[in-house]
């Protein structure tokens, strides 16, 4: 007698062994990369906020992120994430919705033109299209605008030369300009600006736009060269701050988190190039019991985060030896450079010691 | 006798070398005790003890100094301490990419990555305010204190060599405006630069630079001989408008 499908499958594939009969933190075999990611892949990353950590990880393991928007050379770490460098491969703030990727794509590849719209509190003027990039906003709107044009085009950068996009959805509440048809990545007067209900539109994505949008975006960064990057989604864990869907917050994060993780999988199972790694199941699925949140439920932890990296990078070819990291942040008399304290110390030596 | 001493920088230098050279003999009137190389201002270098009414250089790398007026008195009456710290341009220019990054106004090449005002003032910041606020320290416990600039930048420096001339200046510009900004607002006396170093487009003249060709940080006795003179009027302003001080 023939035997069935499951009789040959490998262990991983049974909830008990895989699952049930190990400590959460010995659960693995969760992904493995399904094309080369090694240290010398360029890998551009963007998404939503829990994005971010992967270009952390990426860096700190001595892989090449890349990062088309450094910061200036000696600018302090913790005033880099201030003012939004080292987060994303460009200052693109935070991507949350696969047609807001879209959206920065065309303006990247000139296809269309942010529209002419500022925000202005006490003074100070905001980009609706990352209106927390810098903490305190712009001085002008000349300014702004300047800021912008190089992020557009630091994200053509990074998009042209990258060999993996590594894209994190995050959304699907999302809000519109009725009369631009653009797409802000925030409710404008949360944070700043000032809310219109008969100019902003809110559209709650379901999964045929957000899968159609995704589409497009890969279509479209994948038309700049022959050969273009492979794409790695992931869906972030973490939960919704507010809904405007008039479900419970609960209950929308669930569907919100539901739709994108579906949409995500078709891309990765339809499309060539395209792969899904399970960010959002190391977080949330049911065995984890919740150890990585924060208190809050919402906030992700540190371990949560360790975790997702480690299993990403597990999920890796075996590689040659990563390259290596940079200098740890904070050391800040590395920011001095050497010939300098040695011209210094030559002139407080020769002058005090009677010497020309 | 009242005296006036000045601590700080490798700055210090330049005027060193003018009172050595007995030229202006006023210049006797300056003591010295200088810290160390001016990287170190960029750390936690001093501790305060408010009690105490000192102020404590603590960094290794620095004499660990306890400023206080009593111990500047030193039986003979202080009448000025200027600190030479790095307030001015020089490890901004250095140090920074300017050949890439430039004020956002001043973007010309399509390479350049232009920063915003606020991004520019931060780095200014964390270049300047650990020296400010050690200036602010020494006048808080009661010690009769003005600050000393650095010279600005000397054009032919090679580590400026891929920078453009105007992005410099307008980084001077600016670190000097806030510095400027931060110890008037804190009632500090500022000895500017002389205004016979300074060329037409504000940067220090070549004839003032240092003797050794490959230092184009700091100035030479010329220089030091009228930031002395410039400390010594100062000082007797002060002591003119403050004399029990």
Redesign the interface.
């Known amino acids: 007698m023939a035997q069935n499908p499951y009789q040959t499958l490998d262990p991983k594939s049974f909830w008990s062994p895989a699952v049930a009969q190990r400590n959460l933190f010995d659960i693995d075999d969760l992904w493995s990369a399904p094309f080369e990611i090694t240290p010398k892949t360029r890998i551009a990353t963007y998404g939503s906020c829990f994005a971010q950590h992967f270009s952390r990880a990426l860096v700190a393991r001595g892989y090449s992120w890349l990062n088309a928007e450094p910061a200036p050379r000696g600018l302090y770490p913790e005033n880099a994430k201030i003012f939004n460098y080292g987060v994303f491969s460009a200052r693109t703030g935070n991507i949350y919705t696969t047609s807001l990727f879209k959206q920065w794509t065309s303006w990247a590849l000139g296809q269309s033109s942010p529209p002419d719209i500022a925000w202005e509190k006490s003074g100070r003027i905001y980009d609706p299209f990352r209106p927390a990039i810098e903490p305190n906003g712009f001085s002008s709107i000349d300014e702004m605008q300047a800021s912008r044009a190089q992020a557009i085009k630091s994200f053509r950068k990074s998009i042209i030369k990258s060999d993996v996009v590594v894209f994190t959805l995050g959304l699907t509440e999302s809000w519109w300009d009725k009369t631009t048809g653009a797409e802000f990545p925030m409710c404008p007067g949360t944070v700043v600006g000032d809310f219109d209900p008969l100019e902003h539109l809110f559209v709650n994505q379901d999964y045929d736009f957000v899968l159609q949008n995704l589409k497009e975006v890969i279509a479209m960064i994948s038309a700049t060269r022959a050969k273009g990057p492979s794409f790695l989604l992931t869906v972030s864990p973490v939960p919704l701050t507010a809904t405007n869907s008039g479900d419970h917050v609960l209950v929308a994060t669930m569907s919100s988190k539901s739709v994108l993780r579906a949409a995500a999988g078709q891309a990765a199972r339809t499309i060539e190039a395209v792969s899904y790694f399970p960010s959002y199941e190391i977080i949330n699925a049911p065995p984890y019991r919740a150890t990585f949140f924060e208190p809050n439920m919402r906030s992700v932890n540190l371990n949560g985060v360790n975790h997702v990296m480690k299993t990403f990078f597990a999920g890796l070819q075996p590689q040659e030896a990563p390259l290596a990291g940079p200098p740890a942040p904070g050391l800040q008399e590395a920011t001095t450079s050497f010939g300098e304290d040695l011209a210094c110390e030559e002139e407080l030596l020769s002058a005090f010691s009677g010497r020309p | 006798m009242s005296r006036i001493v000045l601590t700080g920088?490798?700055h210090?230098?330049?005027i060193?070398?003018a009172q050595?050279s007995g030229d202006d003999p006023r210049l006797a009137d300056i003591d010295?005790l200088?810290l160390?190389?001016?990287?170190?201002s960029?750390?936690d270098f001093f501790q305060v003890d408010q009690a105490a009414r000192n102020v404590k250089v603590t960094h290794k790398k620095w004499n660990n100094v306890t400023f206080s007026q009593q111990m500047l008195n030193n039986n003979e009456g202080l009448k000025l301490l200027v600190l030479s710290l790095p307030i001015n341009s020089t490890?901004?220019l250095?140090?920074?990419?300017?050949h890439?990054?430039v004020p956002?106004r001043l973007?010309k090449h399509d390479r350049e990555?232009?920063?915003?005002?606020?991004?520019i003032r931060?780095?200014i910041e964390?270049d300047c305010t650990k020296s400010i606020e050690f200036a602010k320290a020494l006048h808080m416990v009661g010690i009769k204190v003005a600050v000393m600039e650095g010279p600005r930048f000397f054009t032919d420096a090679p580590h400026l060599a891929r920078k453009r001339v105007e992005v410099c200046a307008d980084i001077e510009q600016r670190c000097r405006e806030f510095a400027h900004a931060q110890i008037q607002n804190a009632n500090i006396p500022l000895i500017k630069q002389p205004a016979k170093t300074i060329d037409p487009a504000g940067n220090t003249k070549a004839e003032f630079r240092?003797?050794?060709p490959?230092?184009f940080?700091?100035g030479n006795a010329a220089y030091g001989q009228l930031a002395g003179a410039a400390i010594l009027d100062v000082a007797s302003k002060i002591n003119e408008s403050s004399p029990g001080l």
Not at chain 2, 36 to 40: T, Y
Not at chain 2, 94 to 98: I, L
């Open positions: 920088d490798s210090l230098g330049a060193k070398r050595d010295f200088p160390g190389v001016g990287s170190v960029l750390t490890r901004l250095r140090e920074h990419s300017w890439r990054h956002w973007k990555i232009p920063l915003s005002d606020a991004v931060t780095i964390q240092h003797i050794a490959k230092d940080t700091h």
